[in-house]
């Protein structure tokens, strides 16, 4: 007696969500190990492991890298 067959690969899922969900470019998406994929996954679904980080170490990181979006008046002085 043989196994069943495996069930097909869901493609058209997993390209959705590593460049729609994700927003990687196509040559992000295809140089990304399936263990990579997976753990983005995992992410987007809540499974993570260790604590949150704290609000004042969000802060921190926060004024540490500023998102500056190209316009220099968003810029502080470092």
């Known amino acids: 007696m043989s ?4 069930a097909a ?8 969500f590593g460049l729609g969900r994700l927003g990687w470019t196509p040559e992000a ?7 990579e994929i997976a753990a ?5 679904d ?7 980080i704290a609000r ?3 802060e921190a990181m926060m004024r540490a890298h ?3 979006c190209g316009d220099p008046s968003l810029e502080e002085e470092r």
């Open 3 to 6: 196994p069943p067959p495996a």
């Open 9 to 16: 690969f869901p493609w058209a899922e997993v390209m959705a």
């Open 29 to 35: 998406f295809w140089r990304a190990s399936p263990h």
């Open 40 to 44: 983005a996954a995992r992410a987007f």
């Open 46 to 52: 809540g499974v993570r492991g260790g604590q949150p």
């Open 56 to 58: 004042g170490a969000f």
């Open 66 to 68: 500023p998102d500056l």
